[in-house]
């Protein structure tokens, strides 16, 4: 069983940044990818970035050469620098974990304002 624990969101102004860290504990040597989603009100869940414990990591088109996702294995954490941040970038971001299974944190709200 994995617990995943987001923190780091907060209220920033357009062009500002911030920086997420989503904690492990629990399994975590059973983890494969973390990465992070967001969802803002009246949309679905989309995925952000996404980091492998081996390999590349992804980005969605809308966050290219603005977020950053890292992971720091030593401490179990998985971090998402977010800069240039635009009012669009404004939702619930959440950390997700795959073993065999899928875990989800409860999410931590990011609201960008003009």
């Known amino acids: 069983q994995v617990q995943l624990v987001e923190s780091g969101g907060g209220l920033v102004q357009a062009g500002g940044s911030l920086r997420l860290s989503c904690a492990a504990s629990?399994?975590?040597?059973?983890?494969?990818?973390m990465g992070w989603y967001r969802q803002a009100p009246g949309k679905q869940r989309e995925l952000v970035a996404t980091?492998?414990?081996?390999?590349?990591?992804y980005y969605a088109d809308s966050v290219k050469g603005r977020f950053t996702i890292s992971r720091d294995n030593a401490k179990n954490t998985v971090y998402l620098q977010m800069n240039s941040l635009k009012p669009e970038d404004t939702a619930v971001y959440y950390c997700r974990a795959v073993t065999t299974m899928v875990y989800w944190g409860k999410g931590t709200l990011v609201t960008v304002s003009s």
């Open positions: 980091i492998p414990s081996g390999g590349s990591s």
């Open positions: 629990g399994g975590i040597f059973s983890i494969n990818a």
